[in-house]
């Protein structure tokens, strides 16, 4: 699905970029963020909320790589991992970074979107 595919790229640049309102655009209309270690983020307000938050704590240079994707109608979802590294911005620190995550996608209007994400770590805590 080259659509979805195109869908993680551009999220993938907007993380990098610690753009809240890009990576907003591309979840649906009504989205639920899984962030690992906090509550579910329900709706585009709080989930605008959770990456201004994260953007103002962090600073990511990561890459997605796509294992599956899969269509089923209006819904789609994809597995994926990513790994780079995460910058607190706090004191500087860089530290690696690395994640499963699963994305479910939902069309609106012809456009596949973000409409369940959830992500957990790869890598053993420190």
């Known amino acids: 699905?080259?659509?979805?595919?195109?869908?993680l790229q551009q999220y993938e640049q907007v993380l990098n970029a610690s753009d809240a309102n890009a990576a907003l655009?591309?979840?649906?209309?009504?989205?639920?963020?899984?962030p690992q270690f906090a509550?579910?983020?329900?709706g585009r307000d709080a989930v605008l909320d959770t990456y201004k938050q994260i953007f103002q704590t962090i600073q990511l240079?990561?890459?997605?790589t796509i294992h599956e994707v899969e269509a089923?109608?209006?819904f789609a979802y994809a597995r994926t991992s990513s790994s780079g590294t995460a910058t607190i911005l706090a004191?500087?620190?860089t530290t690696s970074e690395g994640?499963?995550?699963m994305f479910i996608f939902k069309q609106e209007n012809g456009n596949w979107k973000i409409h369940r994400y959830l992500f957990a770590s790869s890598q053993a805590s420190n």
Do not use: C, H, T, W
């Open 91 to 93: 004191d500087n620190k």
């Open 1 to 7: 699905m080259k659509q979805i595919q195109e869908v």
């Open 61 to 64: 240079q990561v890459k997605f």
């Open 39 to 42: 509550p579910a983020q329900v």
């Open 72 to 74: 089923m109608g209006e």
């Open 25 to 34: 655009e591309l979840y649906s209309s009504d989205p639920i963020f899984m």
């Open 99 to 101: 994640n499963n995550e």
